[in-house]
């Protein structure tokens, strides 16, 4: 083995090598001159001392090149000599050349840009200590606030402290709040009110997770004892960055949350976006706080309020099996031991069947990795599909070239070349294409990330997602392009070095066949061909679906509403102020209606796509209804009018539905069929959560069934309550207007300040903007499959050509002699054009089945259609042979316009 200081001279030898020719051939000429003079002292002639002098010294080239391999690293030298010959005749072939890198550039770019997505999302560690010993309680699959008596994936903060006190297999545990509190508050010293993303985390968080702090010092424990005494934040420094411009002076700084200014105690490392991929926290505040902290939810000491994520970090030896076993031997006690339990045999049956499953938190939770785990591996295998066709593109023009030097390397091998000298070189060559090709790649890919994360985003703001270029992927990358080398190069080095060297030499083309009768080459077009109809299929099918998607019937009209929301909790108004805040949704309502070309406004809840609030409901006296999961919203009495919601029986609200009347519903027509299938469902009365709640509500209305969430789902068991008879933070204000989108927007935001120009605005954008949100995901699977179909066709569409015409090309001898014994040019065109039907007649014959079975595959991802849907199929074979057809037909036409006595003398 090579010393480090053998090593740096073998270094150094190549880096001088002339200076080392130079030295060595005045050496040897030194030692030949002493032992000719040698020669002639002892008598000896001139000629006879200088054979005698080169006798006894031996072959001086065989000496240099011993010398050199002792010296240097002759197999390196090697190399760099594949590489320079390769690199040149990159450059005599340039139309070959740029089709290879184009075809490797795409296919590696897309390869790296869809892989970024996959590790951002699935495979990328959080960037805290030991991530492999956390663990999360539940598959953290549910956001929000729950009452429920067995609750096995949202936590309250009395729990978290049980637990914390009663286990025995985590070393630390962490609890932190399920939803982002988005609120808008006031840097101490500014005037005007700033979008913040705050996130409540109990004060072990930090300590538990390992993670320092980039400046000052992160939340304790200390912070998190007792409820609302410790105003105190850890900021990001992403946001330290944006807000503050790095500011020295940001320790000690005050913002001001609600009524309360909350101080900076520490800056959060650069690499820390907090424990939910796809969602970067502005600030962190200690749980304590939460009553503190716009829009006040959830509580700090409601032993069945229950919104947090529960997390701990295993033990030394602990096995996650283990943990939950005890965890599950805790949760019973646990429950059942809080004062206000109350239980019953329902709960108690229904505690009894709980358990908690511990999911591992190595890679942090994240919503969007249920959304596009499944569209990202699919898009995954789509572009590993894109590769091989370019591979078997390139490989199919590497060999048409490779027919080209048949004389060279049957020369090379009559001169003493090994085969495996000669394939070694052609893999070089490859290689090195592959590595350009790949650079190439990385370029696209940095563009691409760019795009897919607008895509994935959906809007204006895009995720706070890092896929920028990084080790693993230029890893990932350089993976790709070896193998990528190898598949391309091989095939080709294998064929052209396989040579009879004696009709090789004669004139070049011998035994050594051209494409045109080369079974590897049709064996590779029909392949791109098989491929290509795969994915073009697969294309066909998800722009379809997403077709069906959006011609669903919504049940409400979408056409020229607009959407804002506001945050009323931001401006300093309480929920413990109902009246305030009612006065507050009825003035706007007002002054909205008011304008010029509004004909309804209102105020909500919730609107299409935003989540819901669901409990079960129940009529006193009957089972009908229990199990169901209702999903409730909050609305003012224009909302129907807003939406294009219509009425299918009864009445909306009205000024008579007060916070002492009778509380009143308009329920959906499938609620209504569920609850009251005997007859008409209006002036009945059904209880929300629980015939103990004091929400008892009688029916007035039907509502026609609506869409609520997503546009592929069954409609909705859906009631509607008046924000007169309930206390609620409402966001959501719907307006149906006439007119220009921009005119309306301005007046409608100047018409809310003008309520209370403190009032937050935000997310304005109109109904269909939001319906297009809902299908992001589908959106992005069809645009990119589509994309990625069209470029395998492109791809096979160089193919078929640059074969086709390298086929003509060594065949025009042949067509000469054709046409001279009378062949017509149609007769010519059609010699060429029948070998191109019959590739893409057999590929399509082999893909069709593949397809079929590809589709059902992915018909779980479609809406509306089958996996063996027909008209795609069709199409998609249909758009392949017309390509091909045209790829074929300039070769073909050129061929039959070869002049004959021309064609007879070409060689």
Known sequence: ??????????????????????????????HLELR??????????????????????????????????????????????????????????RALTAVALLSLGLGIGANTAIFSFLDALMLRALPVKAPSELVLLGVGQNIGITDSIASTDLYSYPFYRELQKRNRVFSETAAAFSMMNAVYGRVDGRRDAEAMNVQLVSGTYFPMLGVQAGMGRMLSDDDDRTEGDHPVAVVSDAWWTR?????????????????????????????????????????????????????????????????????GRLKPGVTPAQAEADVNVLYRPIITGFGD??????????????????????????????????????????VGVVLLIACANIANLLLARSNARVREFAVRQALGARRSRLVRQLLTESMLLALVGGGLGIVFAMGADRVLLRMVSGGPETLPLDVSINLRLLGFTLVVTMVTAVLFGTLPALRATKLELTEALKDGRGTQQGPSKSLPARVLVVSQV??????????????????????????????????????????????????????????????????????????????????????????????????????????????????????????????????????VAVI????????????NAIGHHYHIAGLTSPWEMEVIGIAKDVMFENLDEAPEVLDYISYAQRRQYLNDIEVRYTGDFKTMSAEVQQAIHSVDRELPITRVMSLDQQVALSVTQQRMVAQLSAFFGMLAVFLSCIGIYGLMSYMVSRRTNEIGIRMALGAARGDVRWLVMREIAWMVGVGVAIGVPMTLAGGRMVRTMLFGLKGTDMASLAGSVVVLLFVGLVAGYLPARKASRVEPMTALRYE
């Open 341 to 382: 339990a109350n239980m019953n045999r329902e709960k108690r049956a229904e505690l009894d069947k709980a358990h908690i499953n511990l999911t591992p938190l190595a890679n942090g939770l994240s919503d969007l990795r249920g959304q596009y785990s499944q569209p990202l591996k699919m898009l995954m295998t789509l």
């Open 1 to 30: 083995m090579d010393t480090p200081m053998e090593l740096l001279r073998r270094i150094g030898m190549l880096m001088r090598r002339r200076r080392f020719d130079s030295e060595m051939e005045e050496e040897l000429g030194l």
């Open 530 to 663: 098989v491929l290509s109809l795969v994915l073009l299929v697969g294309a066909g099918l998800f722009v379809r679906s997403l077709v069906n998607l959006t011609n669903v019937d919504t049940g409400f009209n979408t056409e020229n509403v607009l959407l804002l929301k506001v945050d009323p909790s931001s401006a300093g108004y309480k929920d413990d102020d109902p009246v305030r805040l009612r006065g507050l949704y009825g003035e706007i309502e007002d002054r909205l209606n008011g304008l010029h070309g509004v004909s309804a406004a209102s105020f909500s809840l919730f609107t299409f796509h935003e989540g819901s609030w669901n409990t079960g409901v129940q009529i006193a006296g009957s089972e009908l209804g229990r199990g169901l999961n209702v999903k409730h919203n909050i609305i003012g009495a224009g909302y129907f009018k807003a939406m294009g919601i219509p009425l299918i029986a009864g009445r909306g609200f009205g000024p008579q539905d007060t916070a002492t009347s009778q509380k």
């Open 243 to 311: 807000a503050l411009a790095l500011d020295p002076g940001v320790l000690g700084k005050g913002v001001k949350l609600g009524d309360t200014m909350f101080t900076i105690v520490g800056v959060a490392p650069r690499e820390f976006f907090g424990t939910k991929v796809g969602q970067a926290p502005d600030m962190w505040v200690p749980m304590s706080m939460v009553a503190k902290v716009p829009p006040h939810w959830g509580s700090y000491g409601g032993n069945f309020d229950e919104a947090l994520y529960v997390m």
């Open 36 to 93: 000719e003079q040698e020669g002639r002292e002892a008598g000896m002639g001139p000629g006879a001392a200088r054979m005698a002098a080169y006798r006894r010294f031996g072959n001086p080239t065989a000496i240099k090149e011993r010398s050199y391999r002792s010296w240097g690293w002759d197999w390196l030298e090697s190399f760099f000599a594949d590489v320079v010959y390769g690199m040149r005749s990159m450059m005599r072939s």
């Open 668 to 679: 959906s027509e499938r609620l209504a069929h569920t609850l009251f299938p005997d007859g």
